[in-house]
Structures are given as structure tokens and as C-alpha cells.
């Protein structure tokens, strides 16, 4: 049950951090904001983890590093899909990827979750995609300078890179050793910080934040740091197609914010999702 619960925090921290991020993106580019909170987090990590304590294992070091790149080139690959293809087909082929690798690999591995969380299970992978489903926006072209946006095969390919590099960030995050605390956090920001940076400078921009933008990048990482330290405790106490599937749900977060505070209207299939999504996490739990 613990696990359930961290698993939930991981996916509302993720959520929530999408959406300041998004926020963020409306007034700079994305790639900027995370130049700033992926080395934000990095600092926070390393005055937490001596606090936390733990034994920092070669493997779990080395787990966490390659969490870091898989991370890095799925946000790249991702934000790189987005700019050329249609937010309501990318939106959801990349999550339930997210979703569904860890899910494959945790089968793979042995795992047998019992009936109801199957079930559970199922479902969340179908809410992952009807939550994250979002109407194509009339203005799209108007903000495109008039370029229409199609999922072309390059934005097929990096859709489909984005979603297998974040679910394989949840398995090499699975792989690390409980007695290891949050060092291999520490190593998969730092990794992912890395090749974000590298990405940033070969793209242009690599420049810094003020204002607002900047109080936004600092939360992102704030909330990067919360959700990626309690999913990779729930992963320490419990399967990982169990908790994998809950923390992909985090999309619902982000929905429900920007309904909100935003006052921005969710489609009947987002609602859908969302209800899905509650029934889910109460089979998962149950079980």
C-alpha cells in the first residue's frame, strides 16, 4: 500500500510539474526551462541524499546514470516531436509507452501481479491514453506561423523513441538497490542534466531565465526531485508493472491543474480518462 501511495505522489509530482513547466514553455522554449531545473535538482539531490544516507553501489550508480541519459533523450526526443507533429497523436503514443515497457518488463522478469491488478492495470493504460488525448487546437497553425503539423515518419520514430527512453528510465530506476538511497538519483540528474545541456547547446539555446520563467524552472525541479525520489522508493517495494502503470498517470495531474487554475476545458475522453484513471489506482491498491 505504501508503494501505491508513493507511486501517487510520484505521479502527481510529475503532473504538477509538467504543468508549471508548460506554463514556463508559453513564455520561453522548454529546452530552456529544463537547462535551469535539471542542474537545480542536481543541488538539491546532493544536500538531501547525505541526509537520507545509504551505501552508493557501483551497480546502483550505474543504473542511475543510464535512468539520467535515457531521461535526457527522452525529453529531447519528445519537445523535438512536439515542434513538427500534432500534440494529440504524440501526447499519447509517448505515454502509453511510459506506461506500458515497464509493464512488458516487469512480466518479462517474473512478475505476476494477481487478477485485480492486471485488471487494474489494464485499465490505467487505457485512462494513460485518454487523459493525455487532447483535441487538435484551432489555433495550432496560427501559432505555427501557418505550418501545419503532421506526424510524419521522423515525428513517428522520435515519438516512439521518447516513450520506450522514459519507460526504460523507469526500469534502470527499478534496477537500483534500496540500500542505495538517493544516489542513484543523484547520478540520473546529473546524467540527464548532461545531455540536456549537450542538446541545448547544439540547439541554441542554451541561454539563461529571469522572472517569472526562472520561479517556474526552480519548481519544476523541486517537484522532479519529490516525484522521482518517492517513485524510486515505491520501485524498492513493489513490482515494478505495478507501480510503473500508477506513476504513468501523472498526465491527469497536469489536466486537472490547467482545468482549474487555468480554466482551460477538458474534452469528454480526458474526463473518461480520468475516472479510469481513480478506478485503477483503487483495483491496483485493493489487490
Not at 512488458?104 to 494513460?128: Q, S
Not at 484551432?138 to 520514430?157: D, H, K, Q, S, Y
Not at 523541486?222 to 525520489?229: F, G, S, T
Amino acid at each position: 500500500m505504501l508503494s501505491v501511495v508513493l507511486a501517487l505522489v510520484a505521479a502527481a509530482g510529475y503532473g504538477v510539474s509538467d504543468f508549471f513547466g508548460g506554463i514556463a514553455a508559453r513564455r520561453v522554449t522548454a529546452l530552456r526551462v529544463v537547462v535551469v531545473s535539471y542542474p537545480w535538482s542536481v543541488l538539491l539531490v546532493l544536500l538531501i541524499a547525505p541526509l537520507v544516507g545509504g551505501h552508493a553501489d557501483t551497480a546502483s550508480i550505474m543504473w542511475g546514470l543510464a535512468a539520467g541519459v535515457a531521461a535526457g533523450l527522452a525529453v529531447w526526443w519528445f519537445y523535438a516531436a512536439l515542434a513538427d507533429g500534432p500534440m494529440s497523436v504524440v501526447s499519447p503514443v509517448t505515454a502509453v509507452l511510459v506506461a506500458g515497457i515497464p509493464v512488458i518488463a516487469g512480466l518479462f522478469l517474473g512478475e505476476r501481479p494477481g487478477a485485480v491488478a492486471i485488471a487494474g492495470i489494464a485499465i490505467a493504460l487505457i485512462a494513460v491514453v485518454l487523459v493525455s488525448r487532447e483535441a487538435p487546437d484551432e489555433t495550432t497553425e496560427e501559432i505555427t506561423g501557418g505550418r501545419p503539423l503532421r506526424f510524419t515518419r521522423r515525428v513517428a520514430l522520435l515519438t516512439i523513441g521518447s516513450g520506450v527512453a522514459f519507460g526504460f528510465t523507469f526500469f534502470f530506476l527499478h534496477e537500483t538497490h534500496a540500500s542505495a538511497g538517493l544516489w542513484p538519483l543523484l547520478a540520473q540528474r546529473a546524467a540527464a542534466t548532461a545531455v540536456v545541456w549537450t542538446c541545448a547547446l547544439f540547439a541554441g539555446e542554451f541561454g539563461g531565465l529571469h522572472g517569472e520563467p526562472l520561479r517556474l524552472a526552480l519548481a519544476v525541479g523541486v517537484l522532479d526531485v519529490i516525484a522521482n525520489a518517492a517513485l524510486l522508493y515505491a520501485f524498492h517495494g513493489a513490482m515494478l508493472s505495478v507501480v510503473s502503470v500508477i506513476g504513468s498517470l501523472y498526465p491527469a495531474a497536469t489536466v486537472l491543474l490547467a482545468m482549474v487554475l487555468l480554466g482551460e476545458r477538458i474534452s469528454a475522453t480526458q474526463k473518461t480518462g480520468m475516472v479510469l484513471a481513480l478506478g485503477a489506482v483503487a483495483m491496483i491498491a485493493a489487490s
